[in-house]
Nanobody, 129 residues
C-alpha cells in the first residue's frame, strides 16, 4: 500500500509562487509514475504534470513554462514548483502515484485520472487577482 501526503498549498496573489510537496510512504520505488492533478468544484480532475516511469516530465499546456515537477528519491518526496500563478490555477491539488509504466510524450498524451491508483488528500491553492 502507498500513502501520499501533500503540503504547501495556500493563498497567493497573481504572479506569485508556491511549492507543493508530496511525501510518499509504503511500497514505492523510483520507477513509479508520479503526478500532480488539480480539481475545481463540479469539474473532473485535470492532470497537471507527471514524472514518467523513465524519468521524463510532461505538462498540460496551460502550465508549461510556469510549473516544474521534480522528485527527491532519497526523501520519497514529489514537488511541484508553481511560478507566475494565475487566478485560473486556483484549485485543490492532488498528488498521485502508480506502479504501472507510464509515458506521456512530453505532453502529447493526456494525463488521465484513471492512470493512477494512489492519491493524496489534496492541498488547496488559491490565487487572487
Amino acid at each position: 500500500e502507498v500513502q501520499l501526503v501533500e503540503s504547501g498549498g495556500g493563498s497567493v496573489q497573481s504572479g506569485g509562487s508556491l511549492r507543493l510537496s508530496c511525501v510518499a510512504s509504503g511500497y514505492i520505488s523510483g520507477s513509479f509514475c508520479m503526478a500532480w492533478f488539480r480539481q475545481i468544484p463540479e469539474k473532473e480532475r485535470e492532470g497537471v504534470a507527471v514524472i514518467e516511469s523513465e524519468g521524463s516530465t510532461s505538462y498540460t499546456d496551460s502550465v508549461k513554462g510556469r510549473f516544474i515537477i521534480s522528485q527527491d528519491n532519497a526523501k520519497n518526496t514529489l514537488y511541484l514548483q508553481m511560478n507566475n500563478l494565475k487566478p485560473e490555477d486556483t484549485a485543490m491539488y492532488y498528488c498521485a502515484a502508480d506502479s504501472r509504466y507510464c509515458y506521456y510524450g512530453g505532453g502529447y498524451y493526456e494525463i488521465k485520472e484513471s492512470d493512477f491508483d494512489y492519491w493524496g488528500q489534496g492541498t488547496q491553492v488559491t490565487v487572487s487577482s
